[in-house]
Each structure stands twice: as C-alpha cells, then as structure tokens.
C-alpha cells in the first residue's frame, strides 16, 4: 500500500472508500494543483474530451448520460426492421417520422381548424371549407359548452380546473388558468401576451384580425382580475351546493360526461370539493356576464386560449431546426409519449440482476458508515441522535426495477395506444396524445391499478430519495459512465455510484427531510421543527464557506440548496466526474444569476476541502484552497 492510499485509510469511512478512489485516480498526476482547485484539476480530461460546438452553450456529465439514453432510442426507432411486430413500437416510430417530418404550417392550420371545427363550430377568424352538417353552432352554446372541450383536453378552463384526488377519489375544483391576476403580475402578464399574439400568428389571423386578438386579450386581462381573499383549504360540496356557488355551469351533465369517457359512470357516488369557493361565486357570474355582453370577444378569448395552453406541450414548426437538433428534440418527445413501450426494451438492454445486486451490497455498507458517523455526532441530544438512527435504518433502496411485466399492463391502460397515429400529422398525433394523457391521469386516480401511470419511467437517469415512501430510487438510466461501469473496480464504484447512494441518503436527514418521521409521515410537532431548523443552523459553516466562492447569499440561505450541499458534503457525497461541466464564459454569470443551483466546480472543491482525508493524500499544504483551517460538517 503506497503513502497516499495508507494515509486514508485509517478511520475506514464512507468518505475514506470514496478518498481511496479519488486518490487511486490520481496518483500520475500532479499534487500542487489538487490542492489549488481540485475541479479543475479533476474535470480537465473530461472538457478535453467534450469541447463546446458553436451550438451549444454548456455541458456537463449529465447531458453525456442523457444523450446516450437518446441515442439508444433512436437506433431502435430509425431500425423498422426491429420488433416489428410489436404494434404499440409501430406507433411510437410513426409519431416520430411525424415529428421529423410533418411539423408544417399547413399541418398546423389544418389541425386546429379541424380541432376548432369538431369543438365549436364555424369560427369567424378561421373560416372552415368544410360543409359538415353536424357540426356545433358556437352561437348556441353556454359557459359549459364552451368550457368542456378545455376540461375535456386541459383539465382546465378560464374558469376552473376539474382532477380527481388519487387519495380520496374526490372530484376536485380548484381556480382555472387566468387564476393568476395578470393586472398586477407583470412579468406573468407580458408572458401571457406574447404567447396569445404568438398563437394568433402561427394559426394565420393576426395580420386580418388584429383588433379582435386585441380586444380578445384585454379580456383575458380583465378576467383573470382578482380581489377575492386567498383560500387555500379545500373543503366538500354537495353537486347542489356547487351548482348554487356557480349557476351558469350545468355541473352534472359535465362531469357525467368527463368521466364517462374516463370509463367511470357512477359520478354522482363520489364526493366533491372546492377550493377558492369566493373567488369561483365571483367569476362565474363575471364570466357570464361577459359572455352575453360581447359574445364574439368571449369566443375568440375561449377558443385563443384553448388553443394556447394546448400547444404548450407540442415541438414548434421544424424549419429553423437542422437535422440534429429535429432528431433530438422529436426522441425527447416520443420518451413522454411512449414511455412505457420505450423502458421494456431500454432495461433488459441495460440492467442485470448482477447490477442490481451491486448497488444492494453498496447500499448496506454506505448505510452502516452513514450510521457509525450520526452516532459518533455530537451536536443533537441523546433523543434526537435516537430519532435520525431509526429514521435512516428505515431507508430502503429501490433500485434497478426490472418488472418488464408492470411495463406491458402500463401499455394495456393507457389511452395512449388508441390514437390512430398518422405520420402525415404531427399536430393532430399531438392533439390525441393530449386528450389521452388526461384521460390516463383520470383513470389511474379513479380506478386501483396494481401498476401507476404517474410513475417516471425508468430509462431516465435519475437517482432521488422520496420521503414519504422511504425510498431511494436509482433508475436503469443512470447505470453508466460516469455514474457506473462494468469495468469499475470496487474504489471507483463508491467513488461514483457510492456517492449517488449516500447523497440520496442525506436526504432523509436534511432540514426538510427530517420533518418526515421513520414511517414517512409529515410531522409538524415542535420537535421535529426544533430539529430541522438545528441541522439549518448547524449548516452555517456551508453558508460562509459558499459564500466565499461568490455564490449569492439569498441563494444558499435556502433550505433546498444547503441541503444539497449536506449531501455533497456528508462522507464526501460527491464524485469529482460526476459534476463536470463546459460553460461559455458568457452564460456563468447568468448561471450565477438565474439557477437555483451551485456550479459544479463549486460544489467539488467545497466538498473536498471539507475533507481532512483529501488534505492528508494529497499533501494538501495548510491554508491551501483545498486545506483551509476551518473545515464544515454536519453529520
């Protein structure tokens, strides 16, 4: 055993394994400027590796894991020849040709004045060509005629939201988009306008309709107007009582309707509640009142903002894209539409039981280091000491899920797979994505499926802990460089994905995790306040230390912030690679401005200067950028 690795060893912490690592990595290079900015020293190769193009402003690590996860996708998908016989993969690769090559104006205008067509009628600022007999007159319908093709597709209107509360299966209403007043937000406001003119242009009725698009987001404006109390607490209704606060909608026929195409026909066996009773009372007669005095304002202010809030999701048209960047943006895409069918051949491509079994057997011995250091704590008293072991001996791991079975019922549930996918129609594709998905979050908080449509797929790569459940998951995505490899030996596998494991871990001990008791039940007890705010207090150390690096003082007196520096921090949470990343100089002191985050190299040289490991392997002089007098802890 060398010098170096001896130095480290003695005391066998968490942050010991992940020092052996670093130091194991290290070993050809030169000590002096470890000890100056370990970062970079630690992420040159890595920027060497992956230079800036002229398109892009930054990378980091994480963009690296996501672009292989992209491109694994995309060899499946450009293949026809592969699975070709599984329908549902059929209908991801033609929503993706469609996404490559039918994002045009003219799909668009067609799309929407069909949509507009099918939902509303004949439509001044549109007119239709077509002699459909069937379709609605818009001059006959009401507030609820109106509203429902918003609810229908949304799950929201000007008016008011309607979702179903997963707990209790309650029917919810809660305020409509325009709750926020956008008379005194100025920044929502502006926001709102430029995307209701943006909308206008893209469908063709701007330039010829210039004063109804005016008059039509001045009453926008002047009904998302607000001077009711603020009500935060729901509370249950009778469908009489709701029909008394607002008259002008015919609630039963509505949700019948609703949920009826969500395949739920005993509405009226479930119970309601309201949120912002008032200010529903108010705008409704508002609305109303609005909607008689200028009919074709109101349509044009219905129909303009149904349209928006649609499109929200969809790619924008494909002409200033070059052929890279359509690929990337239409593979992110086909991953929120096709999640299920995409993660049954994403696992079993990436992930074995013998990995699964790695991160268990890592897991338990981060664990028990992670329980040695919190007894070996001396700030908390006896009883608090009591309270953080039994919390975090009940964290468990979730790891690696590989129940391909689970992604074939998800498949089976999901409406989803009964849109006719059409590679001639990108936006009409997108239309039917959008009725469906609302459709699935409905059903999944109406009925009790074994397996959960909300669920994140797990070819994201992602690694986070859950407080009620006790959980941390770790996903198939993030089970490669630099997070994992198969050629790792065991130093750089706690250098690496140890570090993941034990930064999750902190969690469940943070300022705001500590609030959730050993059985993931939220506490707001004084103790559990007393606590939290000791282990914020006890993070002051960080604050100063960060402080200095040039990082805005408001920003690291957040609670989310300092607690990911704890975790960074608690037996050396992070893994020098994992946090590499290329900036443009121009876009760090907007990073600096504008991120809820600390850069990376920040939060690398703040971990490791914490570290009297890191100091004694890398001969770190006294005082040293990586060696101050003063080193932080909390755990």
């Known amino acids: 055993m060398n010098r170096k690795t001896g130095a480290i060893v003695t005391g066998a912490s968490f942050g010991t394994v992940v020092m052996m690592f670093l130091t194991a990595y290290f070993l050809v290079n030169n000590e002096q400027y470890a000890c100056s900015d370990f970062y970079k020293y630690s992420c040159r190769q890595w920027e060497e590796e992956h230079p800036l193009s002229n398109e892009i402003e930054s990378m980091n690590t994480f963009d690296e894991v996501v672009t292989n996860v992209n491109n694994y996708f995309m060899s499946i998908i450009s293949d026809d020849t592969y699975s070709n016989h599984d329908s549902h993969l059929q209908a991801a690769r033609t929503f993706y040709k469609s996404c490559l090559q039918t994002r045009t104006l003219q799909a668009m205008h ?70 926020t007043d956008l008379n005194t937000d100025e920044a929502q406001s502006k926001e709102r306008e430029n995307e209701f003119y943006k909308t206008a242009s893209e469908l063709g009725i701007l330039e010829l309709n210039k004063k109804e698009i005016d008059d039509a987001f001045k009453l926008t404006k002047r009904l998302s107007t607000d001077s009711s109390p603020s009500e935060e607490l729901k509370i249950p209704v009778t469908l009489n009582e709701l029909n008394s606060i607002c008259p002008f909608i015919q609630w039963g026929p509505l949700l019948k309707e609703i949920l009826r195409e969500a395949e739920y026909e005993e509405y009226e066996g479930l119970p309601i509640t309201i949120k912002g009773k008032i200010q529903l009372q108010k705008r409704c007669k508002q609305q109303d009142l609005e909607m008689r005095r200028q009919r074709r304002t109101f349509q044009t202010m219905v129909i303009m903002n149904f349209i928006l809030e649609a499109s929200k999701n969809m790619l924008l048209l494909s002409t200033s894209y070059s052929q890279t960047d359509l690929a990337t943006q239409c593979i992110d895409r086909l991953q929120n539409v096709f999640p299920w069918t995409l993660e049954k051949y994403f696992v079993p491509s990436h992930v074995n039981e013998t990995h699964k079994k790695t991160l268990t057997d890592m897991f338990g011995e981060i664990m028990q280091t992670a329980s040695k250091s919190i007894s070996e704590t001396t700030w908390v008293d006896g009883t608090e000491k009591l309270y953080v072991l039994d919390k975090i001996q009940k964290v468990e791991l979730f790891a690696l899920y590989t129940n391909l079975d689970d992604s074939k019922k998800k498949e089976e549930i999901s409406a989803i797979y009964k849109c006719q996918m059409e590679v001639g129609n990108y936006y009409s594709n997108e239309l039917c994505v959008l009725k469906a998905q609302r459709l699935d979050q409905l059903r999944s908080n109406l009925f009790a499926f074994d397996v959960s449509l909300s669920s994140q797929p797990s070819f994201l790569p992602l690694a986070h802990y859950i407080s009620m459940t006790k959980l941390i998951h770790i996903n198939a995505g993030i089970m490669q460089p630099p997070f994992f490899s198969e050629e790792d030996d065991i130093w750089s596998r706690f250098g690496s994905m140890g570090n993941t494991l034990g930064h999750e871990i902190t969690h469940a001990i943070d300022s705001i995790g500590i609030y959730y008791d050993a059985n993931g039940n939220f506490q707001n007890a004084g103790f559990y306040q007393t606590l939290s705010n000791r282990i914020y207090m006890q993070a002051q150390c960080f604050r100063s230390q960060y402080a200095a690096y040039g990082i805005k003082t408001d920003k690291i007196a957040k609670h989310a912030v300092v607690n990911e520096l704890l975790a960074d921090n608690f037996g050396l949470k992070t893994s020098f690679n994992r946090f590499c990343e290329h900036f443009r100089p121009e876009v760090v002191d907007a990073y600096f401005e504008n991120s809820e985050y600390v850069l990376g190299s920040d939060r690398v040289n703040g971990a490791v200067s914490n570290s009297k490991e890191f100091a004694d392997a890398f001969s770190c002089p006294p005082d040293s950028p990586m060696n101050p007098q003063i080193k932080c802890s909390v755990w």
């Open 110 to 179: 067609s799309t929407y004045s069909h949509l507009i067509e099918v939902q509303f009628g004949k439509w001044d600022l549109m007119p239709s060509t077509s002699q459909n007999p069937n379709v609605p007159n818009i001059d006959d319908m009401d507030l609820t005629d109106l509203y429902l093709p918003m609810i229908r597709h949304l799950g929201s209107s000007p008016l008011f939201s309607l979702n179903i509360d997963p707990k209790t299966r309650s029917i919810d209403i809660s305020p409509g988009f325009l709750s």
